[in-house]
């Protein structure tokens, strides 16, 4: 079922009339998307970062499944490979939420950064209104599986020959680490169901997804003021996130968001759990600075 999803999917793909240019060399490509939707922005006149977040995500699948994919990837799934993201950060740049950059139209590069053992690092950039600049980052880190056993492999060494470099094998910055905070006693808590449009062709919930509960939940505990520092989540713009992923979750899951304040009053955690057991986890950081008005 998931491989006729798959390749109804890709044949979609060009009906979007959007070119898609990978490199000679595989390692990097690029878009020019036509720009943010009315439904990108959200109801305080900014844009929808979860939705910014799933748009750059989709590009990189996008991307994957081109007629010249990006980092040969078509031909790990021939080998019976498949990744899923296991980390990621993401970072927003202060001029995104001024009112003055425009956000159209929106070129995204995506390129390889780290290759390890079982994982690849890939670093996604959004950069507004033809400014070279990026004002959206985001690193995914991918971890290989193998797609009968659903469990870990190891990079292959053809793949591992062909893109590696010796710039990547020195460069640690894009290297994730992240220790997640525990959830205290305190922690605000809000049950809620996944509806199948959170997930995708496997019916297991996208990436975006867990990014929304994280907002929905923090929009909700601040509007009943549990938190000490901030009162009205929805004012704030946000800087930076953290994120990892334990465990998959499917349509119609029961499962329980959690949200808390961290020491710094600017940073909230969140966790979202399956039967008690947390199968995601992240962190953000805002700015104490207004945007946009």
Known sequence: MMKHALKRLIRAYPSLNLKINVTNNGKDMFVVLPGLRFDDVDH??????WRVFDMINRVEH??????????DYTSLNEHNFGSIV???TLEVKKDFYETTTPKAPLDVTVKLAHIGRTTFTTVCEMSCGGKMKPSVRIKNMHTLMNLDRQEV????????NRFRSNEMDSDKQHIINI???PRPETA??????????DTDISQRTRCSSYVRYFFEVASIASSREHFLSIKNFNEFHIKSMQMLYFDSTCWGDALTSACWEDTHPLTLHCN???GGKPV??????????????
């Open 272 to 274: 979202v759990s399956k």
């Open 44 to 49: 305080t006149g900014q844009p929808d970062i």
């Open 62 to 71: 996008a991307a994957f499944y081109n007629g010249v994919p990006f980092l």
């Open 153 to 160: 492999e190891e990079i292959p060494f053809w793949w591992r």
């Open 86 to 88: 296991k980390a990621c």
């Open 179 to 181: 220790t997640p905070s």
């Open 188 to 197: 605000f808590l809000h049950p809620f169901a996944v509806p199948l449009s």
């Open 280 to 293: 995601w986890y992240a962190n953000v950081d805002h700015y104490s600075e207004v945007f946009g008005c």
